[in-house]
């Protein structure tokens, strides 16, 4: 079965820096997801990669697929308050896409200290 | 447009009884999955269903029944709560690529 490994588990990172959060597939990715999910809350939809060395950015968060379509890493440039949450990578094992029976990795914690 | 909802937010049970959460979505998406998350682990795919009258076992479904009588609502069912049942629930839904999650329920078995 299809595994994801996130680190870190938790990250804390003063206001205004970079960060990284990566993602790694036991398997090759058929498609990998990345939600955030605030304290409490449900889950929210950030980007999804497909394509080997695929990166898509929507306002200061990067994703980006390894060419090899077996990890993914997410990158916040200059970190806000509104950025902390769990973030979260999912993904579609290639034979059953059909069901989209989403894998999910354990989740990041993110703070942002001001 | 709701999107997806779920009822209720929070419920404490006591072991041996019975709950039915409910999940609904007025996006008239074919596929629909129940998934627990528990700290560390991430979410877990209970049971799913890719349409109306349709039902499948996800990774961790023990415990847990489901039916989807109409194409809009999903309901999860715990016929005998247990303690290891305490857990955040999430239910989603999807007819393409991206799946859209409810706001979750808490439950808490004593």
């Known amino acids: 079965s299809q595994e994801l490994e996130q680190s870190p588990q938790s990250l804390i990172v003063q206001e205004g820096k970079n960060l990284t959060i990566n993602c790694t597939s036991s398997k090759t990715l058929y498609g990998l997801y990345w939600y955030k999910q605030k304290y409490g809350e449900g889950l929210i939809f950030l980007m999804m990669?497909?394509?080997?060395?695929e990166e898509k950015s929507h306002e200061k968060i990067t994703a980006k697929l390894d060419e090899k379509k077996q990890q993914s890493s997410l990158h916040i440039t200059a970190s806000q308050p509104s950025h902390a949450g769990i973030y979260l990578c999912g993904a579609v094992p290639p034979l059953i896409q059909g069901a989209q029976k989403l894998v999910f990795g354990q989740g990041t914690r993110l703070t942002i200290n001001p | 447009n709701a999107g997806v909802t779920q009822t209720p937010k929070f419920r404490v049970l006591k072991t041996g009884q019975s709950m039915t959460l409910l999940c609904a979505q007025d996006?008239?998406?074919?596929?629909m999955y129940w998934y627990r998350q528990d700290p560390g682990m991430g979410l877990r795919l209970i049971h799913y269903s890719v349409g109306e009258g349709t039902t499948a076992k996800g990774e961790v479904p023990d415990g847990y029944n489901v039916s989807r009588l109409k194409k809009q609502n999903f309901l999860l069912g715990l016929e005998s709560a247990a303690p290891s049942q305490t857990s955040v629930y999430f239910c989603?839904?999807?007819?393409?690529?991206?799946?859209?999650f409810g706001p979750g329920t808490r439950l808490t078995v004593l």
């Open positions: 989603a839904s999807t007819n393409s690529d991206t799946q859209y």
């Open positions: 996006m008239n998406h074919e596929y």
């Open positions: 990669l497909q394509k080997g060395g």
